[in-house]
């Protein structure tokens, strides 16, 4: 009987329990070819019929968070213009047209082309998964994350998706967490609240 290999305490803690969301940020900045690498993890999580539909725009200049700023809610404006990338998480709703290449030994584009519950029900469920695995190669690579949902999506969609069959899902902060502003940890559900095994 094969044992798993686990990862150590020290990475687990990194990438669960001991990670936080945030709202407050250092000043240090993230390099483009940090964006890069957290691409290059997320892309390896699954998704249905290797769809990959989730599509990033990593917010970094003072230009373009100016743009984003009036998108935000209220409580959520302050932490977007400190965080030195404010990732737009989207999803392509129109993702199929790609799966020639993702799905090569199936007629996959076929399954979804004009099939519009397919195609809604499809992007948002692999697209969210695709949203954290980027949280969870952020975290692995060192950085802090800070979700948000308080946005419109309208109002983004038009500001920064207008000419792409994009449509923004959540946005998540990125950087590093000031965690002398953390708030005390919430408490998390147990098992048996949570879970069944049958």
Known sequence: ???????NGEVLEQIFTKARTHNAWLPDPVGDEL???????MKWGPTSANCCPARVVFVKSKEAKEKLLPCM???????????????IIAHDMEFYEKLPKLF???????????????????????????????????RVLGL??????GFDNAKVDEVFLKS????SNFICNIGFGD???????????????ACKIL
């Open 144 to 149: 802090d994350c800070g979700p948000m949902s």
């Open 35 to 41: 964006l890069h690498q957290i691409y290059d993890l």
């Open 1 to 7: 009987m094969n044992k798993p290999k686990s990862l």
């Open 179 to 193: 965690s002398s502003k953390l708030y005390p940890r919430s408490p998390r559900l147990d098992f048996d609240e």
């Open 73 to 87: 809610a209220e409580g959520n404006v302050e932490k977007t213009r400190t965080a030195p990338v404010t990732a």
């Open 104 to 138: 090569p030994h199936a007629p996959a584009r076929a399954w979804f082309a004009g099939n519009r519950p397919l195609i809604e029900s499809t992007v948002f469920r692999n697209g969210s998964l695709q949203g954290a695995y980027f949280m969870i190669a952020a």
């Open 164 to 167: 792409t069959t994009w449509k």
